[in-house]
C-alpha cells in the first residue's frame, strides 16, 4: 500500500506558467482534498471532492481548478501561476467526509512549489 | 463559521516530563476532534481522535481529552522524548462539513 501519493515533489514556475499537480490514492477512499500550508498559516483547504464526480470550493480555491479523475486521482491545476501560491501543496483522503463517519485523513508527502 | 485555536508559541519541555497542548474551539461543539503529528518536510500523520461523549482517550503514552464546558481539548504527552519534537495540529470534523485544522503547536523536547 503506497497510501497518498503526489508529484511532482518540488516545481519552480515562472508567473503565468501553467501545472497541475497530481494526487493517487490506494485505499479505497471516497473523499480527496487539497490544501496549502504557509508558514505561520496552518493548513488551508483550497478544493475538495467529497466523492467521486462532486468537486467544491474550500477555504481559497482562488487561482485553482480541480479534476477528480477517477475514485482514485484528484488533480490541482494552475492556470496562471502567481508569487502567491508559492507554497506547500498536501493531497489527502478519508473514507468519506461526512454522512456520520470519521474524517480521518491520510496525507500525501506534499509538493513544494516555488513561482518566480 | 468554526474556529480551531492552537498556542503558536512553542512548546519547550525536558525530556521525561509530560507535555501538554492545547486546542480551544469558538463556536459549535465539533461531533469529534482530532490530533495530528508533523515533522518538517511531510505530511501530517493521524494520532487520535475523541468524540464529544468522551472525556477521555488514551493511546500508549498519548492521552486527549475533551471539554465542551471549556470548549477545549488537551493533548498530553506523557514521559516526553526528544524523538516527539514535532507540529501537533488540531482538527474538528463532523459539525461543519469541511474539517477545520488549527495552525499547529511546536512541541520541542530538550535532552
Known amino acids: 500500500n503506497a497510501g497518498v501519493t503526489q508529484t511532482p515533489k518540488f516545481q519552480v514556475l515562472k508567473t503565468g506558467q501553467s501545472m497541475t499537480l497530481q494526487c493517487a490514492q490506494d485505499m479505497n477512499h471516497n473523499s480527496m482534498y487539497w490544501y496549502r500550508q504557509d508558514p505561520g498559516m496552518g493548513l488551508r483547504l483550497i478544493y475538495y471532492?467529497?466523492?467521486?464526480?462532486?468537486?467544491d470550493k474550500g477555504e481559497v480555491p482562488n487561482g485553482y481548478n480541480v479534476s477528480r479523475l477517477n475514485k482514485r486521482e484528484f488533480s490541482l491545476r494552475l492556470e496562471s501561476a502567481a508569487p502567491s501560491q508559492t507554497s506547500v501543496y498536501f493531497c489527502a483522503s478519508s473514507e468519506a467526509l461526512g454522512g456520520g463517519g470519521t474524517d480521518t485523513q491520510y496525507f500525501g508527502p506534499g509538493t513544494r512549489l516555488t513561482v518566480l | 463559521s468554526q474556529k480551531i485555536e492552537q498556542n503558536s508559541e512553542a512548546l519547550n519541555i525536558q525530556e521525561g516530563k509530560t507535555a501538554t497542548l492545547t486546542c480551544n474551539y469558538t463556536?459549535?461543539?465539533?461531533?469529534?476532534l482530532q490530533w495530528y503529528r508533523q515533522d518538517p518536510g511531510r505530511g501530517p500523520v493521524f494520532l487520535l481522535l475523541i468524540r464529544e461523549n468522551e472525556k477521555e482517550k488514551r493511546k500508549e503514552r498519548l492521552k486527549v481529552t475533551f471539554d465542551t464546558t471549556l470548549k477545549q481539548s488537551l493533548f498530553h504527552i506523557t514521559a516526553s522524548q526528544p524523538a516527539d519534537s514535532a507540529t501537533y495540529l488540531c482538527v474538528e470534523g463532523g459539525g461543519s462539513y469541511i474539517p477545520t485544522f488549527g495552525r499547529g503547536t511546536s512541541l520541542i523536547v530538550h535532552p
Open positions: 471532492s467529497a466523492s467521486e464526480g462532486t468537486t
Open positions: 463556536n459549535y461543539s465539533p461531533a469529534y
